[in-house]
């Protein structure tokens, strides 16, 4: 990682904003603390500044006018929809990712847009994730080096990014009201390199602090994730805002370093924060630093809001197919099937070619300038002498077998020389607001791919889909082109990869397990509904499968290309072997060069992806056997001789030690490992590594944790993880204004608030019966906290009334009627 990057440009606004908050009234400075409407923030017409709209990312401008939601059920003004993260991150491409962060800025600039809320960087802890195609990897190193370079890239052109969801927000269920309960040094290895590492890099205008508690405090008001890490240790100089309807305790909130509250909600929680300011809660000098970093965001954001200019469509379409082929991981490919050439006959199956899954649902959904349609794509580069036949093969409007269409299907396929298949995973089934409950494609799919590869030893499988799916049928296809969700223009981009027009050099930023019950976490994910316990500690993804050696169907980093690459001449600082390190002598991040050669053996051009992996045999630490430490991406002609180059700190060879609160080194020898993937080491050598640190000695109740591939993080282990007793969770009654709405629908009142809600929703819905919009409005409906009544009807569902609500669903009868005779409930 390099080096942070100073902004001497914006170090003289600290001063102006100082300056301009003291000539603000204490009302005035709350008021700038909280949204004006869904996606403006307040301006002070008076001091020249100006309201900002922010609006969702991150793979595209989902700028809403009119009504607005922030769960993309109404259209936003058309914009060019790049590959989500899940198919950036496969592209392992610093350079490619910078270039799509400065294409956003240009559109966010054009539509006078200042925050895009972006890059999301959670951790894949679980392959159900709902939202995992909204997050780049399994690997906070490789997530944050992406993220870094696309947060550099949108703010060059003077528009801030808002990284998210800080922090531990690795699933969908209870999002809202769970606490993720994880030990202090999984937090630090794990889950938070990530933000990290942009932060520290790039310095994104925002930070958003995602919905969840973290061992039992809200985000939104937790002065160690928000104050101590983020500002104090990492140095963001940026603001923190809240996810939509993430603030719990405004006045808490403050005091622990959060500064703005989304979205706008008519100011009803201005009075807590003055009234906190008369008690000697909250102190002035805590609202004015608030006040200023909002202040300081207006000030970065004005000159962009000045220039009035357009961007070129045409050239950022173009950008996003290059992104969508460098997305695309060729899985397997027996025999050398793909490139298919461009003759004889084909047909093209399945219903995905014809109407394509290109991103994900809920509130990342860009209204695309257009969509390149797969089968269109490969009817234009074959042309009409050799036009393929389609069948679509199974319906996306349910999963029930169609045995009509299967054999429409197979009637094809027996007079054709190659089958390409389409198959992967309808909105209904991943999406923001739930989990998947499984990793399995649809029935109908499922039953094709199996009735097709009886028929012909020529079958190509392309996927759609956001996340791990298991691929049963695996040994009996040749050929199989993971493809993510490629934005609108993945179907152009497939069609070159099946005929050669690009050459596939994806890799996988995921593992994908052989089956669901192989997930590490798999034992305590989703949890219960108002807790989560990372029992499986560091063993998340290609950390928990290297090292017990489990079989997957394919590894992280993994990837395919149509040439061949070869690896040679591993040196340390330019030495061979006898490699030697001095933690004193290294910086965080650099300090120590390691280069190789790769050279492309085959014949056609094309990127290869060299991953480096700290690997370790031995420690009085449990520690995964290898990490991801560094990785380059390089283009190759035919018989042309690279240099892959990585830069490595003391972090590369660091553990967090939670007794010392801080990273330690212990001394010893590992392993310094190259390769085309976590499972693919084509090059190694043995490194000592020199450290005074002191090493805390092996904790017997932590053996469960050295031994991973038993599984049995028992309570006593994960405990003396943790360093304490596991918290119970809390109780669903009495109900308290975090209660959701799914749990007092048990009582009569709550029954009726829960059906009031939903109808409002699907009002809003631009289309009746559609079913992946109506599960994740389900799904978020059920699991909204009564709070949120409040904040997202800005205050007219009032905050008494609420109170005298939650006293009748707890049968408080009598002090609910003596509340209202007396006002209180008002």
Sequence with gaps: MNSPIPEPNFRPLLKSATELVQQLSNAEKAKLCSGRTFWELHGVERLQLPSLWVTDGPHGLRKQQGDSDHIGLNNSVPAICFPPAVGLASTWNRDLLHEIGVALGEACVSEKVSVLLGPGVNIKRSPLCGRNFEYFSE?????????????????????????????????????????????????????????????????????????????????AENPLLLTRILKEEWGHTGLVVTDWGACNDRVKGLAAGLELEMPGNGGIHSPAVLAALGSGELSE??????????????????????????????????????????????????????????????????????????????????????????????????????????????????????????????????????????????????????????????????????????????????????????????????????????????????????????????????????????????????????????????????????????????????????????????????????????????????????????????????????????????????????????????????????????????????????DAHAWKIEEGECCIEVGASSADIRMDGPVRVLSTDQVSPRDPALAPYFEPEKRAFDEPAFTALLGHSIPAASPATPYHQNSTIGEVSSTLLGKLLHWVILRSMKSMAPAEGDEKIERMMAAMVAEMPLRNLVVFSAGKFSPQGLQLCIQLMNGQYGTALKNLISGRNR
């Excluded at 690459?565 to 030697?580: C, I, K, M, Q, T």
């Design 285 to 658: 000098a805590q609202l004015d630093a608030a006040a200023t970093r909002v202040v300081e965001l207006i000030l970065k954001s004005r000159p962009a809001l000045e220039k009035d200019t357009a961007y070129d469509r045409a050239a950022h379409h173009l950008l996003a197919r290059r992104a969508a082929e460098e997305a695309c991981v060729l899985l397997k490919n027996d025999g050398n099937l793909l490139p298919l050439a461009k003759k004889g006959k084909l047909a093209v199956i399945g219903a995905l070619a014809a109407t394509p899954r290109y991103q994900g649902n809920g509130s990342s959904q860009i209204n695309p300038t257009r969509i390149d349609i797969p089968l269109e794509e490969i009817q234009q580069l074959l042309g009409s002498d050799h036009a393929p036949q389609y069948a679509p093969g199974y319906s996306l409007a349910n999963d029930a077998i169609d045995q009509q269409l299967i054999d429409e299907a197979l009637t094809l396929v027996r007079d054709t020389d190659t089958v390409v298949l389409f198959a992967g995973l309808p909105d209904s089934y991943e999406s923001e607001g739930f989990d998947r409950t499984h990793m399995r494609l649809p029935t109908a799919q499922l039953h094709l791919i199996e009735a097709v590869a009886q028929l012909t030893d020529r079958l190509v499988v392309v996927l759609q889909n956001g996340a791990p799916v298991e691929l049963p049928f695996i040994d009996r296809i040749p050929a199989l082109l993971e493809s993510y969700l490629g934005g609108q223009a993945g179907g152009s981009a497939v069609a070159r990869i099946i005929f050669g027009d690009a050459n596939p050099s994806g890799k996988l930023a995921e593992t994908f397990p052989l089956k669901l019950e192989d997930a590490p976490c798999h034992d305590w994910f989703p949890g219960e509904p108002r807790q989560v316990q990372y029992r499986e500690g560091l063993w998340v993804g290609y950390r928990y499968f290297n090292t017990t050696e489990t079989p997957v169907a394919f590894p992280f980093g993994h990837g395919l290309s149509y040439t061949t690459f070869e690896y040679s001449n591993l040196r340390v600082d330019g030495e061979a072997h006898n490699w030697l390190v001095d933690a004193a002598q290294l910086g965080d991040w650099d300090g120590i060069r390691v280069e190789c050669e790769i050279k492309n053996t085959g014949a056609v051009a094309g990127y290869e992806v060299a991953q480096l992996y700290i690997g370790t045999r031995t420690s009085a630490v449990y520690r995964p056997r290898r990490e991801l430490r560094g990785f380059t991406k390089i283009w190759l002609e035919p018989g042309q001789t690279g240099k892959a180059v990585f830069e490595l700190g003391s972090r590369a060879f660091a553990h967090w030690c939670a």
């Design 139 to 219: 690997d906070p190193h490789l997530s944050g080096e992406l993220g870094a370079a696309w947060v550099l890239g949108v703010q060059s052109q003077g528009v801030g990014t808002s990284l998210k969801h800080y922090a531990a927000n690795n699933q969908e269920g209870h999002r809202m009201v769970v606490d993720a309960i994880i030990d202090e040094r999984t937090l630090r290895e794990i889950y938070l390199p990530g933000f990290e590492i942009i932060v520290k890099r790039a310095q994104p205008w925002t930070v958003m602090c995602s919905y969840n508690l973290l061992n039992g405090t809200y985000l």
